[in-house]
């Protein structure tokens, strides 16, 4: 089995795992290219941390599509490397990192320059989980005949909510920063 520094080697940069999105590109984007990472103590101490970023992700995943563009700026304000490898083309990496049994993403790896996993980070801030928990909620039974249509407008409603609502942002980057911030 590959260890996670070979996922990294093998991992393409968030730049062009972005730019080469053909899923909710767009939506990834404008949350880029808004979201402004404060300038604080935590990005001097990732600066001086000697680490690297791997990303799990996929592109057709919501929270990915709101949780890559604010990492991705948080390893540039550092000035360190954060690449992606997907999530489906090989799930023995996923498979170590589940979330409640489940292969959740994204998964942000931190490795040190030696290639270990120090941290991780992911799939969601609680605030967002309380959103998808209550959004969830609301929905029909399974077995109810409009329960694919309505769950289908849920999604739709939820990713227009993290692209508009920019305290969305604020919870995915105050989340990452105290995981990470602990280990450094």
Sequence with gaps: ????????????????YMDEMSTLKDE???IYDKFAVPNEAFIEQLK??????LAITEDWCGDA???NPIVRKVAEAAG???????????????????????RAIPIYLLLNEAGEVIGKWG?????????????????????DPTFEEVQKAM???????????????TYVYEDFKKAISTIL
């Design 1 to 16: 089995m590959k260890t996670e520094q070979q996922y990294f080697e093998e991992a393409v940069s968030i730049q062009q």
């Design 28 to 30: 990834s984007f404008a």
């Design 48 to 53: 001086n941390s000697n680490v690297h970023i």
């Design 65 to 67: 599509m709101l949780n």
């Design 80 to 102: 360190i490397e954060m690449r992606a490898t997907l999530r489906d083309a090989d799930t023995d990496l996923i498979d170590k990192y589940l979330t409640n049994g489940g």
């Design 123 to 143: 799939p969601r801030a609680p605030e967002l989980q309380q959103f998808v928990m209550d959004a969830r909620a609301q929905l029909p039974d399974k077995e």
């Design 155 to 169: 999604y739709v409603n939820m990713r227009n909510q993290y692209v508009e609502d920019s305290t969305n942002w």
